[in-house]
């Protein structure tokens, strides 16, 4: 069966119920560039040189736990440092739905 609209709503609202329609929000809270990050002046210049970011340091150890921890570092320090007034990190949304007929012992 094709989703519709009515029977797929969707879930963003301005404050989430729960309910099948209403199930999150989001709002902007700044930004970085891939440039920013990567310390590229000129994208353009440089995809037509080197065809992508991946050959950039930044990337190297693309699939390692630790590059992984310090490419996240990294951008949050950038992004503290471009927005020192907003909290680096958000506390866990309370997440209180249980599927219909939800049986707890299975919870």
Not at 21 to 38: F, P, Q, R
């Amino acid at each position: 069966a094709k989703a519709t609209c009515s029977t797929m709503p969707g879930g963003r609202c301005a404050r989430p119920s729960g309910a099948m329609d209403c199930t999150w929000s989001a709002e902007k809270a700044g930004e970085l560039k891939l440039s920013d990050v990567e310390d590229v002046a000129n994208w353009t210049e440089f995809c037509l040189d080197h065809g992508n970011e991946y050959i950039l340091p930044f990337w190297d150890g693309r699939g390692d736990t630790t590059h992984m921890k310090m490419r996240m570092s990294k951008v949050l320090e950038m992004f503290q440092a471009k927005y020192p007034s907003d909290p680096i990190e958000l506390e866990e949304p309370l997440c209180d739905w249980r599927p219909p007929n939800w049986r707890p012992s299975l919870i």
